[in-house]
C-alpha cells in the first residue's frame, strides 16, 4: 500500500508544473483561448519535448510504457492550470491505435504523436449514423477515431464536415459529418472502446482534481484576503464550514481519482475496472459541482466575473463532470456491474 | 501508487478474520445482527475473549498487553472486528482512559488501573460534558477543592454514557475557580463510582434506550493520588486525548457490513432506481472514504507522525455514511416497523442521529479544521 507518486512520476508532474506556471500563466491562457485556432503549436511542441505526447505508449515507437498512474500527476498539473490543448483526445485517440491498430498503422500514427506532429480525437456519440457530435479536439486533429456499429475506423478528419464551436470550458470541439467519409478499419471492438474510455475517464477525473485542488486554493486564499464589516470573510462560521466543505469533497475526490487509475492500470478484469471508473466518475462530477458552485458563491460578485481564473476552472469543473457521462450515466453503468 | 494491502498485510488480515469466525459466540453476533440491545454482560464477556487472546488494547506499549502492531495492523483489525458485527469494546477504558495513564499517570497509576482495564475487571465511563458545557468544554463548572490529601467535588455531569455500568469515572473538574485563563484552572481527576455523593441517574434517548446518564457529585471526597498529571494541567490531557487515535473514526468496517446487510434485505427495493441510486452513492462515498483513510494511515507509517488535524473529516464522513445507511435501513423495512426487526431499524435509525452530535460534534470539527488545517 501506498498513495505516493514514485519520484519518476513526482519529478515529472513537478517539471510540468513548473513549466505551466512560467509559460502558461492566466494571462497566457487567455490569449491562447481568444487565438483563432484555440490551441497553441508552441506549448504543444513542448509538451511532447517534456516526453507528455508519449506517456502511455510503448518504446517501441518513442514512448514510455507508462499507465494512468504515470499520467495522474501531469493531468492534475494540468487541471489547475486549465490547458485547453487538445491532450486527453489526442491520447485517448491514439491509445485505440496502441491497442487495436496494426504493426503498420502503428508505425504510422503513433511515432508521430509521441513526436509532437499528429493530434487525434475521438468521435463517439452520435445524433443518428455517420453524424458525430461534441467531439473534443476533432477541429485541430489531423485523424479521428470513429466508432460505428461494424466497428472502429481511423479516418483524416479532413473527410469529415466539421462544424466548429467552443465548448462550455472554452476547448474547441465540433459535431462532424462523416457521410462516405472513407476511413481504414481499426482492430477492437466494444470491450476495447470501453477499456479505452475507462483510461481516459480516470485521466479526466485526475484532471478535474487539479482543477479543484485550485478552485479551493484560490478561494481560501480569497477568503483570508477579503474584508467585509471590517474583518476577513474567512473569520466568519457560516463560510469556513462551507470551506471545510469544499475541502473534503476534494480529498474524497482525490481518494477515488487514485482508485480510478490505479484500476485502469491494474484491475483483476474488467468488470472490476468500469466499476472502480463508474464510483470514481460519481464522486467526482460530484464534487466537481459541489466545488465548482461553491467557489464561485464564496467570492461573491467577483466569481461571476470573467476576470477571475476561478469563473474559468468552474466552466472547466462543470464540463469535466459530464465528460465520458455525468454522475447519472455512471449510477446507471455502476449499478449493472 | 499502490493501493493493495502487502502480501503480509493481507496475510495478517486473513489471520484476524479466521480467528474471529472462530471466537465470536454465535450469540453475541446474532444479537448484533438483530440490532438487538447488548448487557453489560455481553460488552464484558466479548472484552474477555479478546484479552485472552492478547489483542483487547492493541495500540498499549507491549509490556502492557499491547500488541506491537503497527498503524496499519491496527486499522486492519479494528476494521475486521467492525466488519464481523463484533459486539464494540467500549473505548473509555482502553482507548481514552489508559493512552492518558500511559502518558501522563505514575506508575502507581499505570500498576494499579491498566492491568485492571486489560482484563475488563474495571468498567469505566468519561465525565467531560455538563449541563451548561457541551461544545464550550473549557466552560466546565464540577468543582474540586483540595482539602488536605484529597479532593471534595460537587457539580454535575451529563451525557455520561454507560455510567450506569461504571466502576470508575475519569473527569474534568476545576481546581481553581479564580484562574484567569478557564483553560488553566481544569484538573484531571479519577473517581470511583462507588464513593459516597455520587448519584446516577438515567437520561432516556428517543429510541427508549437507557445508555446515558446524568451523574451528580455531592462532597464526593476523592484521594489526591487520583490526580492524573499536574493540578491546573488537566486541558492540556483532554487535549492530547482528542488528538490520540482518531483513525477508527471512519468505523469503514461496520459500514461496509451494514451496506452488505442493506443490499441483503432490500433485494427487492434496488429494482427502484431512485432508492438503488441513493444507495450507490452512500456506497461511493464509502470507497472515497475508505482510501482516504488509507492515505491517513500511509502518510502516518511513513512520517512516524501522529494525524494531522484533518483527520477530523474521517469522523464527519465517517459519521455521515453511517446515518445515511441507517436511513436507508430504515426506509428499506418500511415505516411501520410491524415485526421486531424493522421496529429495531427504526429506533437505529433514531439512535444513529447521535453520531454527528458525540465525540465533538461534526460542527466542531469542521471548526477544528477550519482553524487549524486551512488557517482560517
Same mark, same amino acid.
Given at each position: 500500500?501506498?498513495?505516493?507518486?514514485?519520484?519518476?512520476?513526482?519529478?515529472?508532474?513537478?517539471?510540468?508544473?513548473?513549466?505551466?506556471?512560467k509559460?502558461?500563466?492566466?494571462?497566457?491562457?487567455?490569449?491562447?483561448?481568444?487565438?483563432?485556432?484555440?490551441?497553441?503549436?508552441?506549448?504543444?511542441?513542448?509538451?511532447?519535448?517534456?516526453?507528455?505526447?508519449?506517456?502511455?505508449?510503448?518504446?517501441?515507437?518513442?514512448?514510455?510504457?507508462?499507465?494512468?498512474?504515470?499520467?495522474?500527476?501531469?493531468?492534475?498539473?494540468?487541471?489547475?492550470?486549465?490547458?485547453?490543448?487538445?491532450?486527453?483526445?489526442?491520447?485517448?485517440?491514439?491509445?485505440?491505435?496502441?491497442?487495436?491498430?496494426?504493426?503498420?498503422?502503428?508505425?504510422?500514427i503513433?511515432p508521430?504523436?509521441?513526436e509532437?506532429?499528429?493530434?487525434?480525437?475521438?468521435?463517439?456519440?452520435?445524433?443518428?449514423?455517420?453524424?458525430k457530435?461534441?467531439?473534443?479536439?476533432?477541429?485541430?486533429?489531423?485523424?479521428?477515431?470513429?466508432?460505428?456499429?461494424?466497428?472502429?475506423?481511423?479516418?483524416?478528419?479532413?473527410r469529415?464536415?466539421?462544424?466548429?464551436?467552443?465548448?462550455?470550458?472554452?476547448?474547441?470541439?465540433?459535431?462532424?459529418?462523416?457521410?462516405?467519409?472513407?476511413?481504414?478499419?481499426?482492430g477492437?471492438?466494444?470491450?476495447?472502446?470501453?477499456?479505452?474510455?475507462?483510461?481516459?475517464?480516470?485521466?479526466?477525473?485526475? =484532471?478535474?482534481?487539479g482543477?479543484?485542488?485550485?478552485?479551493c486554493?484560490?478561494?481560501?486564499?480569497?477568503?483570508?484576503?477579503?474584508k467585509?464589516?471590517?474583518?476577513?470573510?474567512?473569520?466568519?462560521?457560516?463560510?469556513?464550514h462551507?470551506?471545510?466543505?469544499?475541502?473534503?469533497?476534494? =480529498?474524497?475526490?482525490?481518494?477515488?481519482?487514485?482508485?480510478?487509475?490505479?484500476?485502469v492500470?491494474?484491475?483483476?478484469n474488467?468488470?472490476?475496472?468500469?466499476?472502480?471508473?463508474?464510483a470514481?466518475?460519481?464522486?467526482i462530477?460530484?464534487?466537481?459541482?459541489?466545488?465548482?458552485? =461553491?467557489?464561485?458563491?464564496?467570492?461573491?460578485?467577483?466569481?461571476?466575473?470573467e476576470?477571475?481564473?476561478?469563473?474559468?476552472?468552474?466552466?472547466r469543473?462543470?464540463?469535466?463532470?459530464?465528460?465520458?457521462?455525468?454522475?447519472?450515466?455512471?449510477?446507471?453503468?455502476?449499478?449493472?456491474? | 501508487?499502490?493501493?493493495?494491502?502487502?502480501?503480509e498485510?493481507?496475510?495478517?488480515?486473513?489471520?484476524?478474520?479466521?480467528?474471529?469466525?472462530k471466537?465470536?459466540?454465535?450469540?453475541?453476533?446474532?444479537?448484533?445482527?438483530?440490532?438487538?440491545?447488548?448487557?453489560?454482560?455481553?460488552?464484558?464477556?466479548?472484552?474477555?475473549?479478546?484479552?485472552?487472546?492478547?489483542?483487547?488494547?492493541?495500540?498499549?506499549?507491549? +509490556?502492557?498487553?499491547?500488541?506491537?502492531?503497527n498503524?496499519?495492523?491496527?486499522?486492519i483489525f479494528?476494521?475486521?472486528?467492525?466488519?464481523?458485527?463484533?459486539?464494540?469494546?467500549?473505548?473509555?477504558?482502553?482507548?481514552?482512559?489508559?493512552?492518558?495513564l500511559?502518558?501522563?499517570?505514575?506508575?502507581?497509576?499505570?500498576?494499579?488501573?491498566?492491568?485492571?482495564?486489560?482484563?475488563? +475487571?474495571?468498567?469505566?465511563?468519561?465525565?467531560?460534558?455538563?449541563?451548561?458545557?457541551?461544545?464550550?468544554?473549557?466552560?466546565?463548572?464540577?468543582?474540586?477543592?483540595?482539602q488536605?490529601?484529597?479532593?471534595?467535588?460537587?457539580?454535575?455531569?451529563?451525557?455520561?454514557?454507560?455510567?450506569?455500568?461504571?466502576?470508575?469515572?475519569?473527569?474534568?473538574?476545576?481546581?481553581?475557580?479564580?484562574?484567569?485563563?478557564?483553560?488553566?484552572?481544569?484538573?484531571?481527576?479519577?473517581?470511583?463510582?462507588?464513593?459516597?455523593?455520587?448519584?446516577?441517574r438515567p437520561l432516556?434517548l428517543?429510541?427508549?434506550?437507557?445508555?446515558?446518564?446524568?451523574?451528580?457529585?455531592?462532597?464526593?471526597?476523592?484521594?489526591?493520588?487520583?490526580l492524573?498529571?499536574?493540578?491546573?494541567?488537566?486541558?492540556?490531557?483532554a487535549?492530547?486525548?482528542l488528538?490520540?487515535?482518531?483513525?477508527?473514526?471512519g468505523?469503514?468496517?461496520?459500514?461496509?457490513r451494514?451496506?452488505?446487510?442493506?443490499?441483503?434485505?432490500?433485494?427487492?427495493?434496488?429494482?427502484d432506481?431512485?432508492?438503488?441510486?441513493?444507495?450507490?452513492?452512500?456506497?461511493?462515498?464509502?470507497?472515497?472514504?475508505?482510501i482516504?483513510?488509507?492515505?491517513?494511515?500511509?502518510?502516518?507509517?511513513?512520517?512516524?507522525?501522529?494525524?494531522?488535524?484533518?483527520?477530523?473529516m474521517?469522523?464527519i464522513?465517517?459519521?455521515?455514511?453511517?446515518?445515511?445507511?441507517?436511513e436507508?435501513?430504515?426506509?428499506?423495512?418500511?415505516?411501520?416497523?410491524?415485526?421486531?426487526?424493522?421496529?429495531?431499524?427504526?429506533?437505529?435509525?433514531?439512535?444513529?442521529?447521535?453520531?454527528t452530535?458525540y465525540?465533538?460534534?461534526?460542527?466542531?470539527?469542521?471548526?477544528?479544521?477550519?482553524?487549524?488545517?486551512?488557517?482560517?
Amino acid at each position: 500500500m501506498n498513495f505516493d507518486y514514485n519520484e519518476e512520476q513526482q519529478l515529472l508532474a513537478d517539471s510540468v508544473r513548473r513549466f505551466l506556471q512560467k509559460d502558461y500563466d492566466f494571462e497566457a491562457r487567455k490569449k491562447i483561448v481568444a487565438s483563432p485556432q484555440g490551441w497553441s503549436a508552441q506549448v504543444w511542441s513542448q509538451l511532447a519535448e517534456m516526453g507528455l505526447t508519449g506517456l502511455p505508449f510503448s518504446p517501441d515507437y518513442g514512448g514510455f510504457g507508462g499507465g494512468a498512474v504515470d499520467l495522474m500527476g501531469v493531468m492534475e498539473a494540468f487541471g489547475e492550470a486549465l490547458v485547453v490543448e487538445p491532450y486527453l483526445p489526442t491520447i485517448t485517440g491514439a491509445l485505440f491505435v496502441a491497442r487495436g491498430g496494426s504493426a503498420e498503422q502503428k508505425r504510422a500514427i503513433l511515432p508521430a504523436v509521441v513526436e509532437g506532429r499528429m493530434k487525434l480525437a475521438f468521435a463517439h456519440i452520435e445524433r443518428k449514423q455517420g453524424e458525430k457530435l461534441g467531439v473534443v479536439g476533432a477541429p485541430m486533429a489531423d485523424k479521428l477515431v470513429v466508432s460505428s456499429g461494424s466497428g472502429l475506423f481511423l479516418i483524416d478528419s479532413a473527410r469529415g464536415e466539421m462544424k466548429p464551436y467552443h465548448t462550455l470550458d472554452e476547448m474547441r470541439a465540433a459535431d462532424v459529418v462523416l457521410h462516405g467519409a472513407k476511413g481504414e478499419p481499426l482492430g477492437g471492438g466494444l470491450e476495447l472502446i470501453e477499456e479505452v474510455v475507462d483510461f481516459a475517464t480516470a485521466l479526466v477525473c485526475a =484532471e478535474a482534481v487539479g482543477a479543484m485542488k485550485f478552485a479551493c486554493d484560490t478561494t481560501l486564499e480569497y477568503l483570508k484576503t477579503r474584508k467585509q464589516f471590517g474583518v476577513p470573510i474567512g473569520t466568519f462560521q457560516a463560510l469556513q464550514h462551507r470551506m471545510v466543505d469544499m475541502y473534503i469533497s476534494y =480529498e474524497q475526490a482525490k481518494s477515488m481519482a487514485c482508485l480510478a487509475c490505479s484500476k485502469v492500470d491494474q484491475a483483476e478484469n474488467s468488470v472490476e475496472r468500469s466499476r472502480s471508473v463508474s464510483a470514481a466518475k460519481i464522486k467526482i462530477a460530484d464534487s466537481a459541482r459541489h466545488i465548482g458552485q =461553491e467557489a464561485v458563491q464564496l467570492h461573491g460578485g467577483m466569481g461571476m466575473s470573467e476576470e477571475l481564473k476561478v469563473s474559468h476552472s468552474f466552466r472547466r469543473l462543470t464540463v469535466a463532470a459530464q465528460q465520458f457521462g455525468d454522475a447519472d450515466h455512471h449510477l446507471e453503468r455502476f449499478a449493472s456491474l | 501508487m499502490d493501493l493493495n494491502y502487502s502480501a503480509e498485510e493481507l496475510a495478517f488480515r486473513d489471520e484476524v478474520r479466521a480467528w474471529l469466525a472462530k471466537n465470536l459466540p454465535k450469540d453475541l453476533k446474532e444479537k448484533v445482527d438483530r440490532y438487538q440491545h447488548l448487557s453489560k454482560e455481553d460488552l464484558l464477556r466479548w472484552h474477555r475473549i479478546l484479552a485472552k487472546q492478547g489483542w483487547v488494547a492493541p495500540a498499549w506499549p507491549k +509490556e502492557w498487553g499491547g500488541t506491537g502492531w503497527n498503524v496499519v495492523q491496527r486499522y486492519i483489525f479494528e476494521e475486521e472486528l467492525g466488519y464481523v458485527g463484533a459486539p464494540p469494546l467500549i473505548p473509555f477504558g482502553l482507548a481514552m482512559c489508559a493512552p492518558v495513564l500511559l502518558r501522563f499517570g505514575t506508575e502507581a497509576q499505570k500498576k494499579r488501573f491498566l492491568p485492571r482495564i486489560y482484563q475488563g +475487571e474495571d468498567f469505566w465511563c468519561q465525565g467531560y460534558s455538563e449541563p451548561g458545557s457541551g461544545s464550550d468544554l473549557a466552560s466546565l463548572k464540577t468543582k474540586a477543592i483540595r482539602q488536605g490529601d484529597r479532593y471534595v467535588v460537587n457539580g454535575q455531569k451529563t451525557w455520561t454514557t454507560l455510567a450506569h455500568y461504571a466502576d470508575w469515572i475519569f473527569c474534568l473538574v476545576r481546581t481553581d475557580p479564580t484562574s484567569e485563563k478557564r483553560q488553566e484552572g481544569i484538573s484531571f481527576l479519577l473517581i470511583d463510582m462507588k464513593t459516597p455523593g455520587v448519584t446516577v441517574r438515567p437520561l432516556l434517548l428517543m429510541d427508549g434506550a437507557h445508555e446515558v446518564n446524568e451523574v451528580f457529585f455531592d462532597d464526593v471526597n476523592v484521594p489526591v493520588e487520583n490526580l492524573v498529571h499536574e493540578e491546573g494541567k488537566g486541558w492540556s490531557v483532554a487535549k492530547y486525548l482528542l488528538g490520540h487515535e482518531r483513525m477508527n473514526t471512519g468505523r469503514i468496517g461496520e459500514s461496509k457490513r451494514q451496506l452488505a446487510r442493506l443490499k441483503e434485505f432490500s433485494s427487492e427495493r434496488l429494482n427502484d432506481v431512485r432508492f438503488r441510486d441513493r444507495l450507490s452513492r452512500v456506497e461511493v462515498e464509502l470507497t472515497a472514504l475508505e482510501i482516504t483513510n488509507l492515505r491517513f494511515l500511509d502518510r502516518m507509517r511513513r512520517t512516524g507522525q501522529p494525524p494531522g488535524a484533518d483527520v477530523s473529516m474521517l469522523k464527519i464522513k465517517g459519521t455521515e455514511i453511517q446515518q445515511a445507511l441507517a436511513e436507508l435501513m430504515m426506509q428499506a423495512a418500511g415505516p411501520a416497523g410491524g415485526d421486531e426487526f424493522a421496529a429495531a431499524l427504526g429506533r437505529r435509525y433514531l439512535s444513529m442521529r447521535k453520531t454527528t452530535i458525540y465525540a465533538g460534534s461534526n460542527e466542531i470539527q469542521r471548526n477544528i479544521i477550519a482553524k487549524m488545517t486551512l488557517g482560517l
